[in-house]
Structure formats: C-alpha cells, structure tokens
C-alpha cells in the first residue's frame, strides 16, 4: 500500500503564491496517476488536478486553470502543485491522492482514486 505525505500548506495573502508537494513511499509509484484534491470547511472535497504517470498528460479544474500547475518526479517519487495567483476561495485542506487501480484517463472523482495522504491547509487572506 502506498503511503503519501503532503507539505508546502501555509498561510498567504491574496495574489500570492504556494507549492504543495506529496511525497509518495511503499509502492510503485510511477506506474499511478495522481491527483490532488481540496476541502473548504462545509463543502465537499473537489477535484483540482492530476497526472498521468509520465507526467505526459495534466488535467486541471475550470477554477484553477491557468493559475495552478501539476507535476511529478518519477525518480524522487513526488508529486507537486503550483498554486500562482491564489484568491480567498482557494482556501481548504490540500490532498494528494493516488490512483493505483489505473483507468484509461485521468479520473476526476474522488471515489477512483485509491490511497490519500493526510491533508496540508493552506488558507489565502484577502
């Protein structure tokens, strides 16, 4: 079972920048496509991003497009998020998560994806 740790969540003022990283142990990980999540408190934890597992292929939701970047090191087995730009409503609890049962595209819902790292808050002040 793979294990992942997220870091990088902070505190940050509107417009500013943050990058998170997960770093992934106990499995194979370039063989996952990952993903990152996000929860605001009351609401329902939404897709941000993923990677396939060349870091060939990227997706990304219409809120963060254009601001947020994915990437991944297949050799240091992590996973990163860029956040520019970064506005009120991007404050929640940041997830990694990694889709290990494999689908034939980058998966969006929350349910594909099989193994979760613990959260990292990141809060952006106006």
């Known amino acids: 079972q793979v294990q992942l740790v997220e870091s990088g969540g902070g505190l940050v003022q509107a417009g500013g920048s943050l990058r998170l990283s997960c770093a992934a142990s106990g499995g194979t990980f370039v063989t996952y496509a990952m993903g990152w999540f996000r929860q605001a408190p009351g609401k329902e934890r939404e897709f941000v991003a993923a990677v396939s597992w060349s870091g060939g292929s990227t997706y990304y939701a219409d809120s963060v497009s254009g601001r947020f970047t994915i990437s991944r090191d297949n050799y240091k087995n992590t996973v990163d998020l860029q956040m520019n730009s970064l506005k009120p409503e991007d404050t929640a609890v940041y997830y990694c998560?990694?889709?290990?049962?494999?689908?034939?595209?980058?998966?969006?819902?929350?349910?594909?994806?099989?193994?979760w790292g613990q959260g990292t808050q990141v809060t952006v002040s106006s």
């Open positions: 998560a990694a889709d290990i049962d494999g689908h034939t595209s980058l998966v969006v819902r929350s349910l594909e994806y099989d193994s």
